[in-house]
């Protein structure tokens, strides 16, 4: 079985804070993803990594970075947290028998204040 | 812009009835369409996946409707049972699979 294990369920974090949520796997798959998920609005990607060191930017990457330095971990960064940005955070990879289906963490719940 | 349209935002239905959840999408580079399904406090996983080359595709009580030259497809849950109550989100992936574009998300109640 996929494991994609997100280190927190929740965060409370103030305004202007540097946060880090760690997303791990337990398989060799190079593309890994985070995206957030609000209300009315689905899940959005914010970043994409097809290989350590190597990450793309999806459609929301705006005050968001994110470091892959080994395979197995990929991680999100809020370089200043702002209101704005609590929200469901759910990391993933691919995978499956033909590659192409996505499996994910089960999420952080991020709250700034 | 929302790549993806998903409708309707929640839906109640009886047990034993039909759940019906739509999708509409304009990329026509677009060539693979998985449906997921989240129960609270999980992430999303895999339900059903259906490729443009087929019109349906069926497992279970889960079937996918898929109309190319409309850009639209479905799902229909038959018989649905108060365990299907969860958010559906349909997506839409180009070939590369780099990106998967999921819809705005179908809340479903089943009632019993």
């Known amino acids: 079985d996929v494991k994609v294990t997100q280190s927190s369920r929740y965060l409370v974090k103030r305004t202007g804070e540097k946060v880090f949520l760690e997303c791990v796997q337990d398989m060799d798959h190079e593309n890994m993803f985070w995206y957030r998920q609000d209300p009315g609005l689905g899940l959005r990607l914010i970043y994409f990594?097809?290989?350590?060191?190597?990450?793309e930017k999806g459609d929301i990457p705006e005050g968001y970075s994110v470091s892959r330095e080994k395979k197995e971990r990929f991680s999100l960064i809020l370089e200043s947290a702002s209101t704005n940005q609590t929200s469901m955070y759910l990391c993933?990879?691919?995978?499956?028998?033909?590659?192409?289906?996505?499996?994910f963490g089960q999420g952080t719940r991020l709250t700034v204040v | 812009q929302q790549q993806v349209k998903q409708s309707p935002q929640s839906l109640i239905v009886q047990k034993g009835g039909i759940s019906i959840i739509n999708c509409a999408y304009e990329n026509t580079a677009f060539d693979y369409f998985p449906w997921y399904q989240q129960f609270p406090g999980k992430g999303p996983a895999l339900l059903i996946a259906i490729r443009p080359d087929v019109s349906e595709k069926k497992e279970g009580r889960f079937t996918i409707s898929f109309n190319k030259s409309a850009k639209q497809f479905s799902l229909h849950i038959m018989d649905s049972q108060p365990g299907d109550s969860a958010t559906y989100f349909c997506?839409?992936?180009?070939?590369?699979?780099?990106?998967?574009?999921f819809g705005s998300g179908t809340k479903l109640n089943v009632k019993p």
């Open positions: 993933a990879i691919r995978g499956g028998r033909e590659n192409t289906e996505a499996f």
């Open positions: 997506a839409a992936v180009e070939g590369n699979f780099n990106k998967f574009y």
């Open positions: 990594s097809y290989d350590v060191k190597m990450k």
